[in-house]
Nanobody, 125 residues
Framework: QVQLVESGGGLVQAGGSLRLSCAASGRIFSINRMGWYRQAPGNQRELVATITGSGSTNYADSMKGRFAISRDNAKNTVYLQMSNLKPEDTAVYYC???????????????????WGQGTQVTVSS
């Protein structure tokens, strides 16, 4: 069973910084892409940033220059460093991963898309 466990959310003042972490565990063959999405109350879930296995990154325009995504392949972990936070960054942040995983106890593999449980980020003005 594959799990994504997030950590690092919390309350911060405007202009402050936070670092989110997301660790993937389970019978994982490879990580194709990991990323972060967020959802504020009343809004749809939106892209924050993604990073591929080769290290290519993609950011939503409003996060460019303030957020940085990185990953530790050895730990199956992705990070989101958030700087110069604004009240409008307040949301639940979700980790997402596109993984190739083993099926049950076999050596057969399949591609799956997984979500973490979400971590709250609140930015006060």
């Amino acid at each position: 069973q594959v799990q994504l466990v997030e950590s690092g959310g919390g309350l911060v003042q405007a202009g402050g910084s936070l670092r989110l972490s997301c660790a993937a565990s389970g019978r994982i063959f490879s990580i194709n892409r990991m990323g972060w999405y967020r959802q504020a109350p009343g809004n749809q879930r939106e892209l924050v940033a993604t990073i591929t296995g080769s290290g290519s990154t993609n950011y939503a325009d409003s996060m460019k220059g303030r957020f940085a995504i990185s990953r530790d392949n050895a730990k199956n972990t992705v990070y989101l460093q958030m700087s110069n936070l604004k009240p409008e960054d307040t949301a639940v942040y979700y980790c997402n991963a596109e993984l190739t995983v083993f099926i049950g106890s076999s050596s057969h593999r399949t591609l799956g898309n997984y979500w973490g449980q979400g971590t709250q980020v609140t930015v006060s003005s």
